[in-house]
């Protein structure tokens, strides 16, 4: 590719990139305010972080499931997101040492 | 106008307190940010790009997966429809994102909100809204956060375009390619309401899981996300 189509085609990208970031908060602005809209957009947070984890944890094989129950024991258990965190990687790591996966 | 029922009340603030708490709430993802940025370098070596380009990739467009995928579609002639539909719909996941941010940004001036938006991305958002059940108003939290990510995720591009031999191996030994969904873990858990939150949740988590099955790659976080939110309201509904 040539210097000329690459910097057109990282522009295009920031472009239509940027076009996402933005366009959700955009759209969202036309909707009048509400507490049915509020409550939307609420369970809308939860729900696309519930559709981030639950498909990697499963299609992640063993040390995912191992990593993101290490974790949800330990956060529930101790409250402290840190170390509940790397507490579930330490798992994770273990967990792939010790069956060579 | 009905009253929000946030605890902190209506409006939200964008403030530099705020961009360095959020910066120092990014710091333990900053390491597989790193890692990842760095394997984007080297990724892009091998796919033909100069150092120049990648860098410059990393620096305008900031999003990991998509950037991944535009190194399969580098040739020439430019393949223009597939390339930017790739990034689309990879992308596309950032229009649930900034819906969500709503409250967030409310009474913010137009430049301050979009320019915020230039740095949104799954980390930062997430951190902010884990932040926001404790009470957080303020939008620099998020660009504080995606600051910190930009400045590691480039430098890192860099670095691995120019010279380096870290490779997604290295990072699956000590189970760093786990932090990113561990993190998302956590946040996840500071947001649960009990039963309220139990069956939009499920509903979006089975969406999810379908759209990975039947749907082409990419889509399941925009399904699971809009399937999760509409039980939601459905749910709101039936209850007032």
Known sequence: ?101 | MATPFHPGGGRATLTLAGVWRGARAMLPVLIPVFVFGAAFGIAARGAGLEGWAASLMSALVFAGASQFAALDLWHAPVPWVPLLLATFAINARHLLLGASLRMLTHGLSAWKRYAAMIVLSDLNWAALIAAEARGERDLGYMVGGGLAMWVVWLVATVIGAEAGDVTLTDLQRYGLDLVLVVFFTTTLVGLYRKRIDDLPWLVAGLAALAAVWWLPTNWHVLVGGLAGGLAGLVQHGRRT
């Open chain 1, 1 to 101: 590719m040539n210097t000329s189509d690459t910097l057109l085609v990282i522009f295009a990208m920031a472009l239509v990139t940027y076009a996402t970031r933005a366009g959700g908060l955009w759209v969202v602005g036309f909707m009048p305010m509400s507490p049915r809209l509020e409550a939307f957009l609420r369970y809308l947070a939860g729900s696309v972080l519930v559709a981030l984890v639950v498909p990697a944890t499963v299609r992640g094989e063993g040390a995912a499931f191992v990593a993101v129950g290490a974790t949800l024991v330990s956060v529930v258990l101790l409250r402290r997101a840190l170390l509940a965190m790397a507490i579930g990687v330490l798992a994770a790591a273990l967990y792939r040492r010790y069956t060579g996966m």
